[in-house]
Nanobody, 121 residues
């Protein structure tokens, strides 16, 4: 069983930055796909970014502002978020899968509990 625990959320002013981290335990996820999703109140969960090894992919809404990175040795995945705006306010979730479509949340096997990011304008 894989457990994912997110950290790093909080309150930040518009234009600021936050760094989210997700620590995996239970097994080593070296070749797994690790993704970040977010869900704002009243909205569906939305794809943000994913990574597998050195490969990365981003949703258009965050491209150029967010950076996903993996630390294979530490079994973690991080999301550096810059130039935040109010529309980035959401609960951010880390997810993991062995294979599937990176942007499809239904393909992910394991999920973290989420961490709140609030951007004040």
């Amino acid at each position: 069983q894989v457990q994912l625990i997110e950290s790093g959320g909080g309150l930040v002013q518009a234009g600021g930055s936050l760094r989210l981290s997700c620590a995996a335990s239970g097994r080593t996820l070296t070749t797994w796909i690790m993704g970040w999703f977010r869900q704002a109140p009243g909205h569906q969960r939305q794809y943000v970014a994913a990574a597998q090894g050195d490969l990365t992919e981003y949703a258009d809404l965050v491209k150029g502002r967010f950076t996903i990175s993996r630390d294979i040795a530490k079994n973690t995945v991080s999301l550096q978020m810059n130039s935040l705006n109010a529309e980035d306010t959401a609960v951010y979730y880390c997810a993991a899968m062995e294979a599937g479509t990176w942007s499809n949340l239904d393909d992910y096997e394991y999920w973290g509990q989420g961490t709140q990011v609030t951007v004040s304008s």
